[in-house]
C-alpha cells in the first residue's frame, strides 16, 4: 500500500524500535534528521527491519529519504517512533540520508543532500503539516538537536547539510498552493 502522501514504499520497523502511540495521539512537530551515515533509504530502513544488535542503538523514525529521493515510511505516524528522546511522544521524525565530507575518513565525500530528495522532504513534511494542523514555522519544524537538546548528535541535521530554514520557507510555499 503507498499512501497518499507521496511516501514510495512502507517498511515496518522492528517492534523493538518503536511503541504504540496513545489512542490520541497529539503531534504538534515534525523533527528533520541526517542519518549521519547510510547513503540510501534502502539501507536504513533494511536497518531498522531489524532487531538491534547489542551495544548499538534501538533508534528509527517514521520516515526516511534517501538522495535518490526514494521515500520509505517505517512507522504508522500514530505510533511513536524512537528518534528525539522527550521530542518523540508529540512529533513525527524523518530523516534526510545526509553526511557530511570527511565523516569515515579523509577521502570520505560524504552524502551530500540533493534537490530531489530535498523537495520530497518538504511535500511530505507539508502533507504532514497539513494533516495534523501543524504550522510549517521552524518553532514546529526543527531539527534534532533542537527537538532533543541532550542528544550527542548536536549538529543533527544542519552539519550534514541540511538547511532547516530553506527547507521549511519550501514547506510553506507549498502550503500556500492547494
Sequence with gaps: MIPAYAVDLWQRA???RWRAGPMRRIITSIVVHATSGHGSAQGVADMWSRAPAAGESNSSAHLVVGADAYAIQCVHFDDVANHAHLANAHSIGLEFCARKPGTFEPDDPGVI????QLAK???IIAW???TYAIPATRTCI???AEADP?????SCPQGDGIDLDHLVADVARLMETP
Excluded at 113 to 116: E, H, I, K, L, S
Design 14 to 16: 522492528h517492534v523493538s
Design 128 to 130: 504532514l503539516c497539513r
Design 121 to 123: 522532504g518538504a511535500s
Design 150 to 154: 541532550d542528544t550527542s548528535h548536536t
Design 142 to 144: 526543527l531539527g534534532h
Design 113 to 116: 543532500p540533493t534537490v530531489a
